[in-house]
């Protein structure tokens, strides 16, 4: 079983930044897809961005909300993934979740029913 774990939650004004971290283990080549999610009460949880853990070609997903203010990336092992999130609104508090699964596609990553292993979250705060 793939295990996930976040860090970096926190506080931060508008308009900085924060940075998130998603650490695998387990079976981790199984789950080659690390993604990004938040959760705000009584709303639905909702892809923020996504990454392939393995190979060189570049393939990343992001939401229309968070392109360009937000950057994922992954080490050269492919088992710790940030999210680095710049120009920070209001809008970004939640509770943010790191997901894995075998495969997405461009039209399925961003719908948590797509992901099959969670974390258990780390809080994002943003304050104006």
């Known amino acids: 079983e793939v295990q996930l774990v976040e860090s970096g939650g926190g506080s931060a004004q508008a308009g900085g930044s924060l940075t998130l971290s998603c650490k695998a283990s387990g079976y981790d080549w199984s789950s080659r897809y690390i993604g990004w999610f938040r959760q705000v009460p009584g709303k639905e949880r909702e892809g923020v961005a996504a990454?392939?853990?393995?190979?060189?070609?570049?393939?990343?997903f992001y939401s229309d909300s968070v392109k360009g203010r937000f950057t994922i990336s992954k080490d050269s092992a492919g088992n710790t993934v940030t999210l680095k999130m710049d120009s920070l609104g209001p809008d970004a508090t939640a509770m943010y979740y790191c997901?894995?699964?075998?495969?997405?596609?461009?039209?399925?990553?961003?719908?948590?029913?797509?992901?099959?292993?969670w974390g258990q979250g780390t809080r994002v705060t943003v304050s104006t």
């Open positions: 990454i392939y853990r393995g190979g060189s070609v570049p393939l990343s």
């Open positions: 997901a894995a699964v075998s495969i997405v596609t461009e039209d399925t990553w961003s719908q948590p029913r797509a992901w099959l292993y």
